[in-house]
């Protein structure tokens, strides 16, 4: 069987994000046994059915991205209680049929959740509000187990580099659990 492909999905276009940093971190953890792709999408445009049909490059090539993905993996900051905006328009965009004869990309897709934020939330009402977003558009969510990591501050090192060195321990489990997951479903 083909290695598992897995697609990280931050949910910050920030440079230094917690979050991008955080998905780095499991790239790192899952190491050779799955291919592990940051997916770029600060060009899709912002939804606007005027120009849906055809699809903007930015929006092929990011559908492309999903379609060959095993799994999608949401790293999601918290925005006033909420996923940021961007991960709303990325996901609306996918959420629409590709054409009268291919339905949107993600529906069937296993898909994992987590974010870090600096406060006390550690982005679980984001995660909640994204979970009943995709659960609709049919994925097939890893509900346990989700990964929420507050006080991100306290994870850095003297460069502000997120080293997580109380968190490592939960995002190896659930490295594990999503990789187990996909293989379940590939099988
Ligand atoms: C518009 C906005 C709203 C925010 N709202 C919240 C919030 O509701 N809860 C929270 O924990 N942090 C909130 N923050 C702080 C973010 O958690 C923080 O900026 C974090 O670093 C963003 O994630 P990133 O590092 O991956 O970019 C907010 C930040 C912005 C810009």
New binding site residues.
Partial sequence: MNKIKILAI???L?K?????Q?ALNAKAIIGDRADFMLLEYQDVPLMNQDIEYPAPEAVKRVRDAVRSADGIWF?T??????F?GVLKNLIDWLSRSVSDSEPQVLAGKPAAISG????????G??QDHLVTLISFLNMEVMNVPRLTI?N?RQQLDSQGKLTLTTSYPYLEKQVNAFIDFIQTRRA
């Fill in positions: 931050v949910g910050s920030r230094e994000s917690y979050n991008r955080l790293f900051p918290e925005y006033n209680h909420f940021p870090i934020s600096p406060g006390m939330s550690g982005t009402l984001a507050p991100a």
